[in-house]
Nanobody, 126 residues
Framework: QVRLMESGGGSVQDGGSLRLSCEAS????????MGWFRQGPSQEREGIAA???????HYEPSVKGRFTISKDLTGNIFYLQMNDLKPADTALYLC????????????????????WGQGTQVTVSS
C-alpha cells in the first residue's frame, strides 16, 4: 500500500507560479510511475503530467512548456512546477502512482493508477 499526500496548492494571479509536492509513504524513486491529474469544476478528471521509473516524462498539450514534473533525490517526493498559470488551470490537483517499470503509464489513463492522494486545490484568478 502506498499513501500519497499532496501539498503546495493555493490561490495565485494569472501568470503566477506554484510548486505542488506529493509525498509518498514509501520509496517510489524506481519501479513506479507517478502522475499528476486534475479535476476542474464540472469537468472530468484529466491526466496532465507523468514520469516513469526511468525518468521519461509526458505532458498533456495544454500544460506542456509551462509545467514540469520531477522527482526528489530521496525518491519519496515528486513535484509539479507550474508556471504561467491561467484561470483555466483552476482545479483540484491529485497525484497518483502505479507500480510499473515500462512506459505505458505515460498515457496518463487514470484507471491504470492504483494509488491516489486526496488532492490540493489550485485557484488562478484573472
Amino acid at each position: 500500500q502506498v499513501r500519497l499526500m499532496e501539498s503546495g496548492g493555493g490561490s495565485v494571479q494569472d501568470g503566477g507560479s506554484l510548486r505542488l509536492s506529493c509525498e509518498a509513504s514509501t520509496f517510489v524513486g524506481s519501479g513506479f510511475c507517478m502522475g499528476w491529474f486534475r479535476q476542474g469544476p464540472s469537468q472530468e478528471r484529466e491526466g496532465i503530467a507523468a514520469i516513469d521509473s526511468g525518468g521519461l516524462t509526458h505532458y498533456e498539450p495544454s500544460v506542456k512548456g509551462r509545467f514540469t514534473i520531477s522527482k526528489d533525490l530521496t525518491g519519496n517526493i515528486f513535484y509539479l512546477q507550474m508556471n504561467d498559470l491561467k484561470p483555466a488551470d483552476t482545479a483540484l490537483y491529485l497525484c497518483a502512482a502505479v507500480r510499473a517499470t515500462a512506459s505505458w503509464c505515460l498515457n496518463l489513463l487514470g484507471h491504470e493508477f492504483d494509488y491516489w492522494g486526496q488532492g490540493t486545490q489550485v485557484t488562478v484568478s484573472s
